[in-house]
């Protein structure tokens, strides 16, 4: 049973540029979590979705930043317009059904660096 | 405001003794408190949860207690090895979703 699966792994955007974060949950899983790490920073939450379904987006900043999960396919984040701030390691978690506080399984991250 | 603390940003100790980790939180009424570990590099793998209504949980050289009075969980690694060697993340959940992370502790494990 693969694991929580993201890609790219490393992704390298200029300023003003897009980027498109993608996320397969664990086989099984329809809960899924984003969060962001910064550089000496804890891992903060930014949002949570079930399939086609945006749950909690509290920790999601306003402008520019969306995430989505398709009835098919990966969840996706995306950034629109990068700034240097957004350079971060950007996890995603997912949980099984029927337990969407509990457990959450990380992915090993993608990290994002914005020139 | 809101505060999850883990008092000891590094912590090094010897092969073989015990690692205590420590996660203060305020203004918090947790459910539970999860410790999760990460390599550098990596996600966070998860160790072990606890609920508010349990004490102390074990799983093999880890044990972890939740004093919800203290507000307080401690974290130990018993006969620790350097392959411990790691950043240490407690984590709570709130009414909601989120779990809630502390910034870590990050342990050496010297042989």
């Known amino acids: 049973n693969a694991g929580v699966m993201q890609n790219p792994r490393h992704l390298v955007r200029r300023r003003g540029q897009e980027a498109r974060l993608r996320c397969s949950p664990m086989?099984?899983?329809?809960?899924v979590y984003w969060y962001r790490q910064l550089p000496e920073e804890g891992l903060k939450f930014m949002v949570y979705l079930q399939k086609e379904n945006i749950i909690d987006e509290s920790g999601m900043p306003k402008e520019r930043f969306s995430a989505e999960f398709p009835k098919e396919g990966p969840s996706i984040l995306r950034i629109q317009q990068v700034v240097r701030g957004d350079s971060a390691a950007y996890f995603c978690a997912s949980s099984p059904p029927g337990q969407p506080q509990e457990t959450q399984y990380f992915g090993p991250g993608t990290r994002l660096l914005v020139l | 405001s809101q505060k999850i603390e883990q008092n000891s940003e590094a912590l090094n100790i010897q092969e073989g003794k015990t690692a205590t980790l420590t996660c203060n939180y305020t203004?918090?009424?947790?459910?539970?408190l999860q410790w999760y570990r990460q390599d550098p590099g990596r996600g966070p793998v998860f160790l072990l949860l606890i609920r508010e209504n349990e004490k102390e949980k074990r799983k093999e050289r880890l044990k972890v207690t939740f004093d919800t009075t203290l507000k307080q969980s401690l974290f130990h690694i018993t006969a620790s090895q350097p392959a411990d060697s790691a950043t240490y993340l407690c984590?709570?959940?709130?009414?909601?979703?989120?779990?809630?992370f502390g910034k870590g502790t990050t342990l050496s494990v010297s042989s």
């Open positions: 984590a709570l959940n709130q009414a909601g979703t989120a779990l809630i």
């Open positions: 203004n918090y009424s947790p459910a539970y």
């Open positions: 086989k099984g899983h329809s809960h």
